[in-house]
């Protein structure tokens, strides 16, 4: 009977943690990824409106407490489609079609956010740390955010324009609306 008492007791207070938790889908006709490339010749960025971003947060507590994102290689749009082609080509994209995000740790302070963890981009996945913002605007609960990231660190070799290699080193961007 002890047993059968505590179990219902653990149960109640797990799901009573469990209610708390509130799921938010990222609005895509508002929310946006960018990547930017540095080259000695030119700079470009491309953008991705294909964002599908999911959080839990803490109502009780108005935090955030995880984070998912998944974007498609192929959805990014440089305003060059030759451009755009190679670019699958260089990350293989076909054969891995998709960068995830999923967050290990988030720390807020006031509506900033500090966040860890696990980016996975061209089969590597790699432990990333960044800062983000979150704002409030009417009934949206937006976060923007950016880091960098290298090519090599994922095992991609940095493509080529005039056989000269762009930066290893690329920023992202991120703006998702809830």
Same mark, same amino acid.
């Given at each position: 009977?002890?047993?059968? /008492? $505590?179990?219902? %007791?653990? #149960?109640?207070? @797990?799901?009573? =943690?469990?209610?708390?938790? !509130?799921?938010?889908? *990222?609005?895509?006709?508002?929310?946006?990824?960018?990547?930017?490339?540095?080259?000695?010749?030119?700079?470009?960025?491309? /953008? $991705?409106?294909? %964002?599908? #971003?999911?959080? @839990?947060?803490? =109502?009780?507590?108005?935090? !955030?407490?995880?984070? *998912?994102?998944?974007?498609?290689?192929?959805?990014?749009?440089?305003?060059?489609?030759?451009?755009?082609?190679?670019?699958?080509?260089?990350?293989?994209?076909?054969?891995?079609?998709?960068?995830?995000?999923?967050?290990?740790? !988030?720390?807020?302070?006031?509506?900033?956010?500090?966040?860890?963890?696990?980016?996975?981009?061209?089969?590597?996945?790699?432990?990333?740390?960044?800062?983000?913002?979150?704002?409030?605007?009417?009934?949206?609960?937006?976060?923007?955010?950016?880091?960098?990231?290298?090519?090599?660190?994922?095992?991609?070799?940095?493509?080529?324009?005039?056989?000269?290699?762009?930066?290893?080193?690329?920023?992202?961007?991120?703006?998702?609306?809830?």
């Amino acid at each position: 009977m002890k047993k059968v /008492i $505590s179990g219902l %007791l653990l #149960s109640l207070l @797990l799901s009573s =943690a469990w209610a708390q938790q !509130i799921k938010f889908t *990222a609005d895509k006709k508002l929310s946006s990824i960018t990547y930017s490339m540095y080259h000695r010749l030119h700079n470009w960025d491309g /953008i $991705s409106r294909e %964002l599908n #971003s999911v959080i @839990l947060a803490d =109502a009780a507590k108005n935090t !955030i407490t995880q984070v *998912a994102v998944s974007v498609k290689v192929s959805s990014f749009d440089s305003k060059n489609a030759n451009r755009d082609s190679h670019t699958m080509e260089v990350t293989e994209g076909l054969k891995y079609p998709n960068i995830t995000f999923s967050s290990t740790e !988030i720390q807020q302070q006031g509506d900033q956010l500090f966040v860890k963890g696990v980016l996975s981009f061209h089969g590597v996945n790699r432990n990333i740390n960044f800062e983000a913002l979150r704002k409030k605007s009417g009934d949206k609960l937006e976060v923007q955010g950016a880091f960098t990231v290298k090519m090599s660190q994922f095992n991609i070799e940095p493509p080529t324009l005039l056989a000269i290699p762009t930066n290893d080193e690329f920023k992202i961007s991120f703006k998702a609306v809830y």
